[in-house]
């Protein structure tokens, strides 16, 4: 488990948002386009919402009201519950997490260049465990529970 956000950390956070509103967009799409170099990642993924550009738009309003709320996260309970219910349905496990991390990661560095110090990247590389711990809690809860994709035997092994 990921400790819990530092003031500092928080504050680093909370100080990307303006860029994250101008490029998160660009930031996400570039993560998917490192992510689906792996074709095993790709296939977790539904292609019409990559091709629609819906999933990165979403991803990056994510990102963004993380940055925004990364001293209130009880405020992103409901777009935590969300997000792991459309996790469990597309089978993501625990260790799908770190591709996603160094992805995103490098697409922040790719996107922002020297403005992604390693004081930011390291910010977000904690930010990022943070709530991944919180998602693997809640997706691991829904898999036992047998929900939203149905019965627990459609756990994915």
């Given at each position: 488990?990921?400790?819990?956000?530092?003031?500092?950390t928080i504050a680093i956070?909370?100080?990307?948002?303006?860029?994250?509103?101008?490029?998160?967009?660009a930031i996400t799409t570039r993560m998917y386009e490192r992510l689906f170099v792996d074709p095993q990642m790709k296939a977790l993924f539904d292609p019409s919402a990559q091709q629609s550009g819906e999933q990165p738009k979403r991803l990056a309003g994510a990102i963004l009201a993380y940055a925004?709320?990364?001293?209130r996260l009880d405020a992103l309970a409901p777009a935590i519950?969300?997000?792991?219910?459309?996790h469990v349905a597309a089978h993501i496990k625990p260790e799908h997490y770190p591709a996603v991390a160094t992805a995103l990661l490098a697409a922040i560095k790719d996107v922002l260049g020297d403005a992604?110090?390693?004081k930011i990247l390291d910010a977000w590389g904690k930010a990022?465990?943070?709530l991944a711990d919180i998602l693997i809690a809640t997706e691991a809860d829904l898999y036992a529970k047998g929900s939203p994709s149905g019965d627990p035997q459609n756990r994915p092994q």
């Open positions: 488990m990921s400790d819990a956000l530092t003031p500092e956070l909370k100080s990307t948002a303006p860029a994250l509103q101008e490029h998160g967009l925004q709320n990364a001293d519950e969300r997000i792991a219910k459309s992604a110090d390693e990022y465990w943070v």
